[in-house]
């Protein structure tokens, strides 16, 4: 396979993105298939569905804005996911401007996906969703779920103070010890650390990383200067509290601050999820259909978050049953 490496500009922000497959000509041109990543990743994570695809599809995996080599703006405002929405709707615009694309999302590019197919239906015939919460049962779990509240215990850490220096301390062990833990201790190798320690010392990347969650729909606001609230230390955090016992510097909204968005999809949906995701709770999937009538969930039990790692060759199959399904 070979890539493209290319960047584009979209509102003065330039995203660099890596191409292959097809010919760009759209009159003979079968479908463009865009992978967004998510957190702490790169384009890279897709490597083996690039690989897998290239031969048949225009395969397309943009570094998001904050990340390795696309810009990172400073602004937090800039990160919050109704910005995002637009501006990704505007990158596949850009790139495809005459077809739909094929979208497929893990992580953070699933919290982006998730509201695109639902508001920009036109720009995405199929979607592929691989371990990313619905951003409507992913609310209604943080509302009524202690286990996921448990499980996101992590972002009051990363939003604190001292994030940016928790993520980059010891060589990034944080992020390639406690954040990459696969079911599978041969997926992420000291090859491939290294190659993550290289995009995490891009200048700004950590910053620009954090800023998704500092923007975070779920996060209070500090009422002294109306600005996302910060954790005084995320010692103060007890992981065990439940929706009626969060601590004073909890981050995170009450329950009963929280409302679950109405964020409905039509597109043709296919759920990869691993069971063993250390992020979501396996609830999150629970009446999924009233959000999204038209989706197909494939469940791998012994797998973690970082399904596209663990189980390449399947998750291959399984995108490629259901788009030419």
Same mark, same amino acid.
């Given at each position: 396979?070979?890539?493209?490496?290319?960047?584009?500009?979209?509102?003065?922000?330039?995203?660099?993105?890596?191409?292959?497959?097809?010919?760009?000509?759209?009159?003979?041109?079968?479908?463009?298939?865009?992978?967004?990543?998510?957190?702490?990743?790169?384009?890279?994570?897709?490597?083996?569905?690039?690989?897998?695809?290239s031969p048949y599809y225009r395969v397309i995996a943009p570094d998001l804005p904050g990340?390795?080599?696309?810009?990172?703006?400073?602004?937090?405002?800039?990160?919050?996911?109704?910005?995002?929405?637009?501006?990704?709707?505007?990158?596949?615009?850009?790139?495809?401007?005459?077809?739909?694309?094929?979208?497929?999302?893990?992580?953070?590019?699933?919290? !982006?996906?998730?509201?695109?197919?639902?508001?920009?239906?036109?720009?995405?015939? @199929?979607? =592929?969703?691989?371990?990313?919460?619905?951003?409507?049962?992913?609310?209604?779990?943080?509302m009524n779920n202690p286990l996921q509240r448990k499980k996101s215990a992590y972002i009051?850490?990363?939003?604190?103070?001292?994030?940016?220096?928790?993520?980059?301390?010891?060589?990034?062990?944080?992020?390639?010890?406690?954040?990459?833990?696969?079911?599978?201790?041969?997926?992420?190798?000291?090859?491939?650390?290294?190659?993550?320690?290289?995009?995490?010392?891009?200048?700004?990347?950590?910053?620009?990383?954090?800023?998704?969650?500092?923007?975070?729909?779920?996060?209070?606001?500090?009422?002294?200067?109306?600005?996302?609230? @910060?954790? @005084?230390?995320?010692?103060?955090?007890?992981?065990?509290?439940?929706?009626?016992?969060?601590? @004073?510097?909890?981050?995170?909204?009450?329950?009963?601050?929280?409302?679950?968005?109405? =964020?409905?999809?039509?597109?043709?949906?296919? =759920?990869?999820?691993?069971?063993?995701?250390?992020?979501?709770?396996?609830?999150?999937?629970?009446? !999924?259909?009233?959000?999204?009538?038209?989706? =197909? !969930?494939?469940?791998?039990?012994?797998?973690?978050?970082?399904?596209q790692h663990e189980r390449p060759d399947e998750v291959n199959v399984a995108i490629n049953?259901?788009?030419?399904?």
């Open positions: 396979m070979k890539l493209e490496h290319k960047n584009i500009l979209v509102d003065n922000v330039n995203i660099h993105y890596v191409e292959s497959g097809q010919s760009t000509d759209e009159t003979t041109l079968k479908s463009t298939m865009v992978f967004l990543h998510g957190f702490p990743e790169y384009w890279g994570t897709w490597s083996a569905q690039l690989n897998f695809f990340y390795n080599l696309s810009d990172k703006p400073d602004d937090v405002s800039f990160y919050a996911v109704p910005n995002l929405i637009g501006f990704m709707a505007k990158f596949i615009a850009a790139i495809s401007p005459t077809q739909p694309v094929i979208l497929v999302a893990h992580d953070w590019g699933g919290a !982006i996906a998730w509201p695109l197919a639902a508001f920009h239906a036109q720009l995405i015939s @199929k979607l =592929i969703i691989v371990n990313a919460a619905h951003p409507s049962t992913f609310t209604r779990e943080m009051h850490q990363l939003i604190s103070a001292s994030g940016e220096s928790l993520l980059t301390q010891d060589d990034y062990r944080y992020l390639s010890e406690d954040i990459m833990v696969s079911t599978n201790p041969s997926v992420f190798t000291a090859d491939v650390k290294a190659r993550y320690k290289q995009v995490w010392g891009q200048q700004g990347a950590i910053n620009g990383m954090l800023q998704y969650y500092r923007a975070m729909p779920q996060l209070a606001e500090n009422d002294t200067d109306n600005q996302r609230c @910060k954790v @005084k230390a995320a010692s103060s955090l007890d992981t065990s509290a439940t929706q009626n016992d969060t601590t @004073k510097s909890s981050p995170v909204k009450q329950a009963s601050q929280l409302k679950v968005p109405n =964020i409905r999809i039509n597109v043709p949906t296919l =759920i990869l999820w691993g069971e063993q995701d250390l992020a979501f709770v396996n609830e999150n999937l629970d009446d !999924i259909h009233h959000y999204v009538p038209n989706c =197909i !969930i494939k469940r791998f039990q012994d797998t973690s978050h970082w399904l049953n259901f788009i030419n399904d």
